[in-house]
């Protein structure tokens, strides 16, 4: 196999349509996630704080009040504000574009560790069950098969009802620790199609030892693979955390997308018709979801010629 | 007898599966740092005076706390055998009954959703795949569908329809006023107070069946069997007929692999809707720390998914030539 040098399959790949897309889309979240709270003036629970010596005070705005409303709050010392609402307030008088800005970095941040333990996890049993055949990769198959078939949102739900106080790191890991199995399959059925190639071959006579192996002449070639389920993890854990927040299950110390439209319905923002509360979390979740689609389309269509469809 | 030994090895696997799932259930409590029973009868659940110490007393007598682990393990399949799946508290009922009773709700949702969903969006993905035209326009929303939550198109679904519109009802299973009977104004409001939750699992799962199905049919038609067939001067439609009959099989696969997903689905919906099925007992056993409620429930979805795999995997037997040749004749 003619390696092609790394930085061409990357400039490729921002050649394609669906990548760049996809790509942009997300970088578009990424970076409002970043510089999203510089827009306004409220602190992440959506309150206006105001320093009083030594301790914040906080101070309530308006009642579900619509998207870009201005409106003039009393701080607790007396002082008279002017404030916009970008995208509203919720029942408790707190601002939604507040809450949707750093529940977005939550849910990003949950999702993104939740990936990457999950395909760390993954590749490396894969690679191991793979690579070594024989008995240890039928225990860690049955043990995969058994993970795939009992639905991991029903696990995360018995193991968050027993947590009574959950941070987004403990949320990433039980989502990364039942995500796994899809990418070990995955690895595994790659690693048993590498391992008996000649350059493999050729290692293990050079009496190369087995890590080696796997990290100098299996993983090279595995790399956009392991990727591409990292990408799908990092979907499925953006899903998996919106569920659970949404079933009231989520992070009890922050802010996040799921949590927030949780306290949509728990306060019938359905009923009132104060929209402003439960559709942008949502499309923000289901975009950023497309956007990973996109970008793993693109890359296999890159990596994966024959899905090129003429001239796209 | 070949098809015998393909269902007893597949009944061994989820045999497995089934001892695992309970071992797991039975051990997390256990591996949870603190003590769950105390943390579930200290929480607010409204317990009248004295209530507290006879639970305690009859939960740890029921779990034997007090016994060796192995001893507890063993207790746990007894009453487990015995359809014993302990007292929920918040319901004021046992497990067993309540999980009955919110089945049948659970099925009238899901099952003509997967079913109808995986026709629907495989024949939506077969055009797709076949005419390029179509496929432009159509595959972004696929994707959109796919990518968004069950329960967020479902909120969409009560605030524009339900709402907004006022067409349809969208909270709970029926009208509280009528009561259940077999009579046409009850069947009338069930069927009303099941669309929108109906539609919500199936339109977004439309989505991700016509994506998978969409692929295969290109990866298919660009097979050597079928370049074979079109140079022998097949027409259009025997050559989409055979590369739909392979395209279907790796679908069939995904949809036991999809039930899990789908079971999340349902949970979140059936909660926007208040939908008394499983789902809306999952929910209000977590957030009150109703741990009997909580395993009973999870148990009973393991099985339900178990059962499910099971029969997909028995009818795949049947459709897959390979798979049913390899098992007669070998």
Redesign the interface.
Known sequence: MPRRNRMETVKIAFRNRKFQFGFGLLMFFVIFALIGPLFTNFAWDGLYYEKVGKVELASYSGRHLPPMSREEIWTYTGKKVEVLHILGTDIQGKDLYAQLVYGLRTSLWIAALAAIIGTILGVSIGFVSGYKGGWVDEILM?VV??M????????L????????ARSPEIQALIIGLTGWPWVARAVRSQTLSLKNREFVSLARLAGQSDLRIIFGEIMPNMVSYVFMAGILQF?GAI??S??LD????GPTTMVSLGNI?QK??AHNA??F?W?WW??P??LI??????AL??INLGMEEVFNP??R?GGE | MGFKKYLARKTG??L??FL??VT??WL??RL???N?IE?MLSSNLGLAPGEKEVLMEYYSQLYGLDKPLWEQFVNFWVSLFHGDLGYSILYRAPVTDLIKHALPYDVVILLPAIVLSWVVGNWLGAIAGKN?KYDRYTMPLF??L????Y??FA??L??FV???AGWLPYQGAYDPAIIPSLSFGFISNFLQHWILPFLSLFIVQIGSWAIGMR?MI??EL?ADYVRYLEALGGSEKLLTKHAYRNAILPQVTGLA?Q???M???A??TE??FNYPGIGVL??N???S?D?FL??G??LM??IS??AA?FIIDIIYAFIDPRVRTSYTEG
């Open positions: 049955m098969n058994i795939l078939v009992i639905p991991a949102i029903v696990l739900i018995l193991v968050a009802a027993y947590l009574s979907s899903l998996s919106a569920t949404f079933i009231g299950l439209l949509a319905i359905l009923q018709g929209w439960f559709i979390p949502g979740i289901t975009l950023i979801i497309t689609f996109f024959r899905l469809r | 696997v989820y497995i599966t695992f799932a797991l259930n997390l409590p949870m740092p603190g769950p943390a390029k994707y959109f796919a990518s968004m939550p329960f967020w909120m969409l009560v605030y339900g709402v907004r692929n290109i990866y660009e692999l039930l899990g997903l079971v999340a689905g949970i979140a909660t926007v999952i929910m056993a977590a957030l720390q741990y909580l395993q429930a999870f979805v393991v998914v178990l795999n």
